[in-house]
């Protein structure tokens, strides 16, 4: 199996670009700066316990309503949907919509079960003078979209009830009980390029991931990237879900069967392709470059925005995704949470680069060491090996 750029591209090629988008960000918006499933054992003392069927169909109808606003608006941003947060990062009517549609939904699916979610966004910036016409904005939008969909007979909720609903994403979460994990749009920066972004949704039950549903509007449904999967289907919007040992699913966004899907079987690393972030911003390129070389892999990276790496990578469409922020930068569990369960129920690995498990129990931090490595069970510890090889060949030379 292969991967050639000119066999990737049409995944961006496919998507109408945001003219009007793409001023906006450069001008204004740019940050600082076939496999079986392994559970763990502790996953399955949980999972024999609970079913998380009635979890899983609310979270999944949860990303798909907020999956469709985000759609509408990518398909219309003007600059004044746009916001820039304090650290300079973007934000968007289509970020606050989500939130609060997803917190919405899932309030309502799960209304006898306490609720506690940590999510990226708050309303502190909607609130302040000057924001009240993008909050109306947002408003009408969630509204819209709740009528459109019909599922929910509501009256019309008031611009306080869509602050209250963003912020019931306030929780710290931690080891203890049940907390809900959400990115309203995770790839905001992809979003507003009229590239790839995900809504990335999790359940963490006594501090272990339980379930995720990515909600990836803008990928293929066909797999790309495999010489021998070519397809003819342009069809895009895909819907991952997964639960603690029950396996990954995927189905069309806009509707269809869902089926289990299964990362690669690759073992020889020449024939492996690897993902990594389409902004370098977020991720050392070079270093990923060096890591590929040792390995032999043969192909060139396929960049693509968002937890839609994840995605792609549980259904065999690549073998390896490397992520290597820069210093100082501390990776938030809404950032991984959904990907890292879609990944390791098809049968994949995610470590940090010295090989541990990702620890979602810690608060909205990722406590880890360096990077974050996700493959094939196969590949893993000889990816690990050169992974620390290539740290220890940058420390000496430092
Ligand atoms: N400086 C940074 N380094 C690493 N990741 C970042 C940085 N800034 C934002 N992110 C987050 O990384 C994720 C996108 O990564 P990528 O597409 O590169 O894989 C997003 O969750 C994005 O946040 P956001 O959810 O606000 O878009
Ligand atoms: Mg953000
Ligand atoms: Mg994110
Ligand atoms: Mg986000």
Not at 58 to 69: F, G, I
Not at 83 to 92: C, E, H
Not at 305 to 327: E, T, V
Request: aromatic share 8%; with cysteine; charged share 20%.
């Amino acid at each position: 199996m292969s991967i050639s750029r000119s066999r990737v591209e049409p995944i961006f090629t496919l998507i109408p670009k945001i003219t009007t988008t793409k001023h906006l960000f450069v001008s204004f918006f740019f940050k600082n700066s076939s496999s079986s499933t392994f559970p763990s054992s502790s996953s399955l003392v949980i999972s024999s316990s609970m079913s998380y069927d009635k979890e899983l169909a609310a979270a999944r109808k949860a990303a798909s309503l907020a999956a469709r606003l985000c759609q509408k608006v990518q398909k219309a941003l003007v600059q004044s949907d746009v916001q820039s947060k304090s650290d300079r990062s973007p934000v968007t009517v289509a970020d606050y919509g989500s939130q609060a549609l997803v917190s919405f939904a899932l309030e309502r699916e799960l209304s006898s079960e306490p609720f506690s979610m940590v999510a990226e966004e708050d309303s502190a910036d909607l609130r302040k003078d000057g924001a009240q016409e993008m909050l109306e904005r947002i408003t009408k939008l969630v509204n819209d979209t709740i009528a459109s969909d019909g599922l929910y007979d509501v009256s019309t909720l008031s611009t306080k009830d869509v602050l209250t609903a963003i912020d019931s994403g306030k929780s710290k979460g931690g080891p203890n009980g049940r907390h809900w994990i959400l990115d309203p749009i995770d790839g905001t920066k992809g979003f507003l390029r009229g590239d790839q972004y995900a809504i990335a949704l999790a359940l963490l039950d006594e501090g272990k991931v339980v379930l995720g549903v990515l909600a990836c509007p803008n990928l293929p449904l066909a797999t790309f990237g495999n010489d021998d999967q070519q397809s003819s289907n342009n069809e895009v919007g895909c819907l991952f879900f997964a639960k603690v040992g029950a396996g990954t699913y995927m189905q069309p966004l806009g509707g269809g069967l869902p089926a289990k899907v299964h990362v690669s079987a690759v073992e020889n690393p020449e024939a492996a392709s690897f993902f990594e972030s389409y902004e370098a911003a977020h991720s050392l390129h070079d270093l990923s470059s060096s890591i590929a070389k040792k390995l032999g892999v043969k192909a060139p990276p396929v960049r693509i925005d968002s937890q839609a790496k994840y995605g792609a990578l549980s259904r065999g469409d690549g073998a390896i995704y490397l992520r290597f922020p820069h210093k100082g930068y501390r990776e938030k569990i809404w950032d991984h949470a959904a990907g890292c369960i879609i990944v390791t129920e098809a049968g994949g690995l995610a470590t940090d680069a010295a090989g541990n498990p990702l620890d979602f129990s810690k608060g909205k931090y990722l406590d880890l060491d360096t990077g974050i490595i996700v493959t094939n069970q196969k590949l893993m510890p000889l990816l690990l090996k050169v992974v620390r090889e290539t740290m220890e060949e940058i420390a000496s030379s430092s």
